[in-house]
């Protein structure tokens, strides 16, 4: 730390922000409830186990689904790893064999004894990019432990109105991706790097981002505004009063910018791409003219198939959140590397020049005259 005010760390994701922080606090001890031995029950906890690692598996899935329908492979193929590392038998599957081999202990126990484990192993190595990997295993032994705990997902803990900058010790892709990006003014984090996965997500929703690893924790978690550049990597303590003068001059700036652009670019018009209503906040948030792609595949990713009455749903919103301007809606554009459970699609050898998008739909001529009933 340089003085009381200020802090130079890395640049993950660039842009300026500023505002009011909401601290992310870590929950890993909390989650971790140890039972009194003579209340363990083994076979609730076995299947107490199996059951929330079926529901993160899931919750995987459908983040996966999420980023590709947004068109972003990289950030999607972070959570198809942690699906992987999830269902490997030394993780999930030896929990449940300790389980079984040990009935003095809870589920809770089980999967953080094999994560902490793991974890271990990875940090001891010499390669960076395996050293990272000890995040991914802390982020999937978080959602296990939530959902042994019914515990509310990171985004429902999130203030309900207001735009925040999330400061958090280390943040998880999981954590990242739950919350509400058009809230999402920026990210401070203490652990991390430029090629780690909050950067990569960060960077896809356009969300400024610093880590300041010289930081401590007891000195970050008690911010209650800052400004920071994600692209020098340097954090500026606010007071509310500060941060007020400098949001009016900032807007004074965006102002006078847009008054000086020149009349030959008026015409130019800058739409969204994503991937459904949840999308809206960001089109507003980057002050888009509506949407130039909308890619409807991402309702047809989940465990059943949309009625027409939900897909009617999902276009009205985003045209009425978007009017005036356009929504330019792409019918569904299935196959290749997107695949969807309830389609159940065939494995071809080479999916991206097989039945996919239009030679998909007429090839099931229902599920695409429902998407036209529903878009009409």
């Known amino acids: 730390?340089?003085?009381?005010?200020?802090?130079?760390?890395?640049?993950?994701?660039?842009?300026?922000?500023?505002?009011?922080?909401?601290?992310?606090?870590?929950?890993?001890?909390?989650?971790?409830?140890?039972?009194?031995?003579?209340?363990?029950?083994?076979?609730?906890?076995?299947?107490?186990?199996?059951?929330?690692?079926?529901?993160?598996?899931?919750?995987?899935?459908?983040?996966?689904?999420?980023?590709?329908?947004?068109?972003?492979?990289?950030?999607?193929?972070?959570?198809?790893?942690?699906?992987?590392?999830?269902?490997?038998?030394?993780?999930g599957?030896?929990?449940?064999?300790?389980?079984?081999?040990?009935g003095n202990l809870s589920a809770e126990m089980a999967i953080n004894q094999v994560a902490q484990e793991i974890i271990t192993n990875f940090e001891q190595l010499d390669d960076e990019y395996f050293r990272e990997r000890a995040t991914d295993i802390r982020d999937i032994l978080g959602q296990v432990l939530r959902a042994l705990c019914s515990k509310d997902q990171v985004a429902e803990c999130f203030p309900k109105y207001g735009e925040y900058?999330?400061?958090?010790?280390?943040?998880?892709?999981?954590?990242?991706?739950?919350?509400?990006?058009?809230?999402?003014?920026?990210?401070?984090?203490?652990?991390?790097g430029r090629t780690s996965h909050v950067a990569i997500l960060a960077k896809t929703y356009g969300i400024a981002s610093v880590v300041l690893p010289n930081a401590t924790w007891e000195e970050l978690k008690v911010l209650t505004a800052v400004k920071l550049d994600g692209t020098t990597g340097s954090v500026e303590v606010l007071t509310l009063e500060e941060m007020g003068q400098l949001t009016l001059n900032q807007s004074k700036e965006q102002e006078d910018f847009r008054s000086q652009i020149p009349s030959q670019f008026a015409?130019?018009?800058?739409?969204?791409?994503?991937?459904?209503?949840?999308?809206?906040?960001?089109?507003?948030?980057?002050?888009?003219?509506?949407?130039?792609?909308?890619?409807?595949?991402?309702?047809?990713?989940?465990?059943?198939?949309?009625?027409?009455?939900?897909?009617?749903?999902?276009?009205?919103?985003?045209?009425?959140?978007?009017a005036p301007d356009m929504t330019v809606i792409r019918t569904l554009d299935i196959g290749g590397d997107k695949q969807a459970p309830a389609l159940n699609l065939p494995k071809e050898q080479n999916p991206f020049l097989g039945v996919r998008a239009l030679r998909f739909c007429m090839a099931e001529p229902e599920i695409f005259l429902t998407q036209l009933r529903a878009l009409w």
């Open 93 to 102: 599957g030896e929990a449940c064999e300790r389980l079984k081999k040990n």
């Open 165 to 192: 900058i999330v400061v958090a010790d280390e943040l998880t892709p999981a954590q990242t991706i739950s919350l509400p990006k058009d809230r999402v003014r920026g990210f401070v984090v203490r652990k991390g």
């Open 267 to 322: 015409h130019i018009t800058l739409a969204a791409n994503i991937g459904g209503p949840e999308d809206l906040g960001l089109v507003k948030k980057f002050q888009a003219q509506g949407v130039g792609l909308y890619r409807t595949e991402f309702l047809f990713m989940g465990d059943h198939l949309p009625t027409e009455d939900e897909q009617t749903e999902a276009y009205q919103k985003v045209i009425a959140g978007c």
């Open 1 to 91: 730390m340089e003085n009381l005010c200020k802090w130079q760390g890395i640049g993950i994701s660039p842009g300026i922000s500023l505002g009011p922080t909401w601290i992310l606090a870590d929950e890993s001890q909390m989650l971790f409830l140890e039972k009194k031995i003579e209340c363990i029950n083994p076979a609730l906890e076995l299947e107490r186990l199996q059951t929330a690692l079926v529901q993160v598996g899931g919750d995987l899935k459908n983040f996966e689904a999420q980023v590709k329908a947004e068109g972003n492979d990289e950030a999607a193929e972070i959570f198809a790893a942690h699906q992987v590392m999830l269902e490997d038998v030394g993780f």
